[in-house]
């Protein structure tokens, strides 16, 4: 699929064609381009997007007219894997025999709550696959089900064919895997456990965004990028765990996308994270009001989404709230060996001292307590913390003593970089060291 005014991405993407080819030879789609029609008043996701949706469509019509029982289609942007030729015999061999639509390239989206689920070695059920640059579509009934889809007039705002062809995806996976009583068309759609199409680092013709290599998203077998860790800081209200935070952001980490906190200079705390273990634990509460399932299960769905974008941003994530010294048990549940934890240690009775010192100013806000119920919080949240530390000596821990950091922080930053195993440049560096203000040390 190929718009004609890009035959340049034509001659590059034949020129890429990996040797074996499993596939008979490919034929030129003309691609329609959406800067030179006219989008319905309906449509809000962009003159690209309603160009790449009307391609797909008009790929599918063709197929169904001319009695053509099953396609794969390429967008110009697809790249291969060394090995593709292989990869992908060993993958049509075991799809099982009712499948409609098999991915070859993709990203699974939702995965932390719903991972894909193993049919085979090879072979994975998805729950939702985002983008179109490669996959395939077989049998006539399949067909027609994804046309009734596809032309619907239901699609939610903004959405593109992908977001759109999710939910399709979507019924099957709930009514199989889930057991839901789910009474709309669906077909069987199938990943591999490993992608064997990407994206070329060409300039993309609906976002404009341009990357530097070949991209892979998350894998089936990977879907809830597993292999990557999680830095979790860890300490007390009030024990320098924003300006370790905050340090983390300058260096590179990704935590969050809306960072918000106490702290003017910034609290490093993403909003998300902060709303979800709010609603888990009420300041000043020292027990979650939420179970144990419930609460692992929507640490780890936001924990997944940041590492995906962290490894979309070639980073690591990262996350920073007090209340995760009480939730250490359920990260480590969440995420398993990717768990990785930043101990920040300051004076606990300082910590106390300072909370109380905040809350006395803020009377009457939600973040405010009085001074039993401060002291009670800061004891249980660095118990909980070091009670986990010592039943889990298999999890990496990097203590950074708050004293040290703000008397010698070009050091201390120095091992932290070491620890988050990243290589941040020297601007970076020297962001993160002028954050830290030596006079923070007050109630010490």
């Not at 061999?93 to 991972?115: F, I, T």
């Not at 689920?117 to 027609?144: C, D, I, L, Q």
């Not at 399932?293 to 709230?321: C, F, H, M, P």
């Not at 969440?334 to 909370?355: K, N, T």
């Amino acid at each position: 699929m190929n718009l004609d005014r890009r035959g340049d991405r034509l001659r590059e993407w034949m020129a890429q064609l990996p040797e074996p080819w499993p596939l008979p030879q490919p034929e030129r789609f003309a691609a329609i381009d959406g800067r030179r029609v006219a989008t319905p008043p309906q449509w809000r996701a962009g003159n690209g997007a309603w160009g790449c949706y009307r391609s797909h469509l008009l790929i599918l019509e063709k197929c169904l007219l001319e009695g053509i029982d099953s396609y794969v289609v390429f967008e110009d942007d697809a790249g291969f894997v060394d090995d593709f030729a292989e990869r992908f015999t060993r993958y049509a061999n075991e799809l099982p025999k009712d499948w409609g639509l098999a991915y070859l390239g993709g990203q699974h989206l939702y995965a932390g709550k719903h991972p894909p689920v193993k049919v085979s070695e090879h072979v994975y059920r998805p729950y939702n696959v985002n983008r179109t640059h490669a996959f395939m579509v077989r049998g006539r009934e399949n067909m027609k089900i994804l046309y009734r889809h596809l032309t619907w007039s239901n699609w939610h705002q903004k959405h593109h064919i992908d977001h759109h062809l999710g939910r399709l995806i979507q019924r099957r996976y709930q009514a199989l895997v889930q057991g839901k009583n789910i009474d709309k068309e669906s077909i069987a759609v199938y990943t591999p456990d490993r992608w064997m199409v990407g994206q070329l680092p060409t300039k993309s013709n609906i976002c404009g965004r341009k990357w530097n290599q070949t991209r892979f998203f998350n894998d089936a077998r990977n879907a809830d990028h597993s292999d990557v860790p999680f830095f979790a800081v860890l300490g007390p209200h009030r024990a320098g765990t924003s300006c370790v935070a905050m340090v983390m952001h300058h260096l590179g980490v990704h935590m969050g996308n809306e960072l918000g906190g106490y702290e003017s200079t910034g609290g490093g705390e993403a909003v998300g994270l902060a709303t979800l273990c709010e609603k888990a634990m009420p300041f000043p509460a020292v027990d979650p009001v939420f179970s144990d399932e419930k609460l692992t299960r929507q640490l780890k769905s936001w924990i997944v989404s940041r590492k995906a974008e962290a490894n979309r941003d070639r980073t690591v994530a990262g996350g920073k709230y007090p209340h995760l010294c009480r939730f250490a048990e359920h990260l480590h549940r969440a995420l398993g060996e990717s768990l990785r934890v930043v101990a920040v240690d300051r004076d606990i009775d300082a910590s106390i001292r300072s909370l109380q010192d905040r809350s006395r100013k803020h009377r009457g806000q939600w973040f405010a307590a009085s001074d039993e119920d401060c002291e009670k919080l800061q004891r249980s949240l660095l118990e909980h913390r070091e009670r986990f530390i010592a039943d889990h000596p298999d999890v990496p821990v990097h203590r950074i003593d708050f004293g040290e950091l703000t008397s010698h922080p070009t050091e201390t930053i120095r091992k932290l970089i070491e620890f988050l195993g990243i290589e941040p440049t020297e601007e970076e560096i020297e962001s993160a060291i002028a954050h830290v203000d030596p006079n923070l040390k007050r109630h010490g």
